[in-house]
């Protein structure tokens, strides 16, 4: 049982590293997201029912990913983190008070994707005052490139 217990350690420790010397990377990589705007269209399920389209909503964003690992959608009053090594992401939005229309609510959202330069896709959710989970499909392509030293 030790034996297996020590491997185990080694195979972690391994991909730590791994993912490490990737994230260290990420910024000199093409399909980085790191320092790009992205125009992104949100394909959501509200009431679950994933067969009829005639029933989701389509919503579009763009959102920055900025150097140091913080995101912003349409330069709304909100805090979003990110990680990203090449090819792949995943990011969290949080906005509280968020105004749509007379009524102000609480919204989270979580997504992880792939990026193949200059596109964008994924898969995540909205958590709505804390009370209603939405999930979503994304695509998108970048729209603005910033130098990232």
Known sequence: ??????????????????????????????????????????????????SDLDDAGLTHIHMTFKEGGGVSAMDMDGHGLYFAIPGFFAASYYIVNFRMGFESMDVFTGMTGITINPLIFGVGFFLIDYAQIIPYVFDGFVIEEMSVT
């Not at 034996?3 to 991909?15: D, G, P, R, V």
């Not at 790009?36 to 394909?43: C, D, I, N, P, V």
């Open 1 to 50: 049982m030790r034996e297996n217990y020590s491997k185990t350690i080694i195979t972690l420790l391994a991909w730590i590293a791994l993912v490490i010397l990737c994230a260290a990377d990420a910024h000199a990589q093409d399909n980085a997201v790191t320092g790009k705007t992205y125009a992104m269209y949100f394909l959501s399920f509200p009431n679950k029912n994933y």
